[in-house]
């Protein structure tokens, strides 16, 4: 359901799309899609705002400014994403992580409900003015800081199994130009961390693109999904750390892992 919405309010002209979509009947949708619809909602709304601004920029150079066009065009999709899923509690802009390693700031943060890091955000350029050192510099700052989100679960989840460890994810989002990539680490049998990135989408910046909705949607879906899972992946964590759920010693994260995690 969600998908012929959003594919029947982009066909939509830009003066008759806030009463659709308002106006759209949801009775048919499944019960998990209906909050994702009404971020969806939102998040079109906001769009026609951004689209129609009587306030034209001043220059070039301060429309593409890297934190403005961070702030206009991806906050406000990943915050109405948390608010109306309720999977993330958000910090935003040079937020220090609660890394074991070091501190890291980072561009954004989303918690999950054990005030856990499960989503870390990189914004690295405007829309046009991306600098190939800072995007490297920043990938690589990300892939780092997604390992040391995962060493933090783990350090505080020593007595229990591995195996609830090696089904734990972390995210991560990097923008750049208009191009937002989604990845995720996770832990592997081997004592290692695997990187991979899922999923690329552009972001609509004019009305004429908002052929691009679907893309990002496809994101917001993945995400909704693998924060849905990681929920009940955490439960058992916590339970098996609490003595609920028996977890062997000789399977406990403290003896299966190597000593720097």
């Not at 989503?119 to 690589?140: F, H, M, Q, R």
């Not at 007595?159 to 460890?165: G, H, L, R």
């Amino acid at each position: 359901f969600l998908a012929i919405f959003i594919q029947d309010a982009i066909k939509e002209d830009i003066d008759t799309l806030p009463l659709f979509i308002w106006s759209y009947s949801t009775n048919n949708a499944a019960p998990h899609e209906l909050k994702l619809i009404r971020a969806a909602k939102f998040l079109f709304t906001r769009f026609v705002d951004t689209c129609t601004s009587a306030v034209p920029p001043s220059s070039t150079s301060k429309r593409d400014y890297e934190r403005t066009f961070w702030v206009h065009y991806i906050v406000p999709i990943f915050e109405t994403f948390s608010n109306q899923t309720g999977l993330l509690q958000m910090n935003w802009c040079e937020i220090p992580t609660l890394s074991i390693d070091e501190d890291k700031l980072v561009d954004g943060i989303g918690y999950d409900h054990w005030r856990f890091e499960r989503v870390a955000l990189e914004g690295s350029s405007g829309l046009s003015n991306a600098s190939s050192d800072k995007v490297i510099e920043d990938a690589t700052k990300q892939i780092s800081t997604l390992i040391s989100m995962m060493k933090r679960i783990a350090s505080h989840h020593l007595n229990s199994d591995v195996q609830s460890f090696i089904n734990t994810k972390v995210y991560g989002i990097q923008s750049v130009n208009s191009t937002v990539i989604l990845s995720e680490v996770r832990f592997l049998v081997d004592g290692k961390y695997e990187y991979k990135e899922i999923q690329s989408a552009q972001v609509p910046t004019i009305y004429g693109e908002r052929n691009r909705w679907p893309k990002i949607f496809e994101i917001l879906c993945y995400l909704e999904m693998e924060l849905q899972k990681q929920k009940l992946v955490h439960e058992i964590m916590e339970n098996e750390e609490q003595g609920l759920i028996t977890a062997l010693p000789a399977n406990s994260l403290k003896n299966k892992l190597p000593t720097d995690i």
